[in-house]
């Protein structure tokens, strides 16, 4: 038996990157997560799978736009006219999903829930219990069937695991519970990085979220192709088209020609995927604008890659060392100045799209200090105020 197993595509899903404040980056991150599905389903083909499983979070809202759940069911109708039934279930994000609400999604494209748990394709049997309510806080798998004897069975499961970190704790269990349960497969998801334990010939898998969208769930999304045999063989299969990456350089020189060096450095080597990447600096005396314009400069020649954002690691800040930099910097720490400062970015939130608001969120107050004060202080450093 031969799966591809997917989770958490949340197509429809706003883009709150910072590459959203860049049109063009963010045309491009929207045009990855709009062809995600069709990828899905070229991989399926190629590898001539037996079923295709999604486990949960499919959509990122329970009522997805028309045009979107179309074009969805256009690409799972490409598998079932080939022979290759999908298996679904809900996840947190879609748990109220109705995916007949434009029509019954067709034939060979099964939804498992607790009114019907189980399907039958081929030698295995598919278990899984989709959530019905957006905060599930107790393990699901008590209510699991309990495996069919001399057929293959795999289990689909939305867990937060044993609590993984970043994630609220939704359908908890541990991963001794489901080694122990009699399925030969759990076809995990809700944790957006790829994990996959095999113990006994039982496999544990969590395959990650195919295509990131900001820069924490970096690294290049993949899709899992399962063949289940006495002992089961795992493949991560790249399917992203924009991958995020973070970035540590250290500036040893002030030097534009060695600055320029060491973010070219940097840069990942191209793959024909796009890569965005937030820069994480340390050492130098340029502020950070500076630097960013510096980062997009040394990477002009690079049309694989963008600038997603750029941070100067806390230690590294140039310490203040003029009189009116020191007043600058202990003003902007007090109580009084921060709630100014919160309700200026309150204010401008409100007047931008949704897409790009989270950008000025108040927990990026720090980060937009610190940036203008580094400005500050450096044009005083070296007399260039005014």
Same mark, same amino acid.
């Given at each position: 038996m031969k799966i591809l197993h997917s989770a958490d595509l949340h197509l429809g899903s706003p883009l709150r990157s910072a590459a959203a404040r860049d049109a063009e980056l963010g045309a491009r991150l929207s045009g990855a997560l709009d062809g995600l599905a069709a990828r899905l389903v070229d991989v399926a083909l190629r590898e001539r799978?037996?079923?295709?499983?999604?486990?949960?979070?499919?959509?990122?809202?329970?009522?997805?736009?028309?045009?979107? #759940?179309?074009?969805?069911?256009?690409?799972? #109708?490409?598998? $079932?006219?080939?022979?290759?039934?999908?298996?679904?279930?809900?996840?947190?994000?879609?748990?109220?999903?109705?995916?007949?609400?434009?029509?019954?999604?067709?034939?060979?494209?099964?939804?498992?829930?607790? =009114?019907?748990?189980?399907?039958? +394709?081929?030698?295995?049997?598919?278990?899984?219990?989709?959530?019905?309510?957006?905060?599930?806080?107790?393990?699901?798998?008590?209510?699991?069937?309990?495996?069919?004897?001399?057929?293959?069975?795999?289990?689909?499961?939305? $867990?937060?695991?044993?609590?993984? /970190?970043?994630?609220?704790?939704?359908?908890?269990?541990?991963?001794? %519970?489901?080694?122990?349960?009699?399925?030969?497969?759990?076809?995990?998801?809700? +944790?957006?990085?790829?994990?996959?334990?095999?113990?006994?010939?039982?496999?544990?898998?969590?395959? =990650?979220?195919?295509?990131?969208?900001?820069?924490?769930? &970096?690294?290049?999304?993949?899709?899992?192709?399962?063949?289940?045999?006495?002992?089961?063989?795992?493949?991560?299969?790249?399917?992203?088209?924009?991958?995020?990456?973070?970035?540590?350089?250290?500036? $040893?020189? %002030?030097?534009?020609?060695?600055?320029? &060096?060491?973010? *070219?450095?940097?840069?990942?080597?191209? %793959?024909?995927?796009?890569?965005?990447?937030?820069?994480?600096?340390?050492? =130098? %005396?340029?502020?950070?604008?500076?630097?960013? /314009?510096?980062?997009?400069?040394? @990477?002009?020649?690079?049309?694989?890659?963008?600038?997603?954002? *750029? #941070?100067?690691?806390?230690?590294?800040?140039?310490?203040?060392?003029?009189?009116?930099?020191?007043?600058?910097?202990?003003?902007?720490?007090?109580?009084?100045?921060? &709630?100014?400062?919160?309700?200026?970015?309150?204010?401008?939130?409100?007047?931008?799209?949704?897409?790009?608001?989270? /950008?000025?969120?108040?927990?990026? @107050? &720090?980060?937009?200090?610190?940036?203008?004060?580094?400005?500050?202080?450096?044009?005083?450093?070296? =007399?260039?105020?005014?």
């Open positions: 799978v037996d079923a295709v499983v999604l486990a949960g979070d499919v959509f990122d809202g329970d009522v997805a736009d028309v045009t979107l #759940r179309a074009a969805l069911m256009a690409d799972l #109708r490409r598998l $079932t006219r080939s022979g290759i039934p999908v298996v679904m279930i809900r996840g947190n994000h879609d748990a109220l999903m109705d995916l007949d609400r434009y029509g019954p999604p067709g034939e060979g494209i099964h939804l498992l829930h607790h =009114g019907a748990p189980s399907v039958r +394709i081929g030698p295995a049997t598919f278990h899984g219990l989709g959530f019905r309510a957006r905060h599930v806080q107790t393990s699901l798998l008590p209510n699991y069937p309990r495996p069919e004897a001399g057929r293959i069975n795999i289990g689909l499961m939305h $867990t937060s695991l044993d609590g993984a /970190a970043g994630h609220d704790p939704y359908a908890p269990c541990a991963v001794s %519970d489901l080694l122990s349960h009699g399925y030969d497969y759990w076809a995990l998801g809700h +944790i957006h990085k790829r994990s996959a334990q095999v113990q006994d010939g039982i496999a544990v898998v969590m395959p =990650g979220i195919p295509q990131g969208r900001h820069v924490n769930e &970096d690294g290049i999304g993949s899709v899992t192709i399962a063949t289940l045999d006495e002992t089961p063989a795992l493949q991560a299969v790249p399917v992203a088209q924009v991958a995020f990456h973070r970035r540590s350089v250290a500036l $040893t020189e %002030d030097d534009q020609s060695s600055t320029l &060096d060491a973010f *070219l450095a940097a840069a990942p080597s191209r %793959d024909g995927r796009h890569h965005l990447i937030r820069f994480a600096v340390a050492g =130098g %005396d340029q502020p950070t604008a500076a630097l960013t /314009a510096l980062a997009r400069a040394a @990477l002009t020649e690079r049309e694989d890659i963008g600038v997603e954002d *750029l #941070r100067r690691t806390a230690a590294s800040r140039p310490a203040p060392v003029d009189g009116l930099a020191r007043l600058m910097r202990e003003e902007a720490g007090t109580a009084s100045f921060r &709630d100014e400062g919160l309700r200026i970015l309150a204010e401008l939130r409100s007047a931008l799209p949704s897409e790009i608001a989270d /950008a000025l969120s108040d927990e990026a @107050l &720090d980060d937009l200090l610190e940036d203008g004060l580094d400005t500050v202080g450096h044009a005083l450093r070296h =007399g260039t105020a005014g």
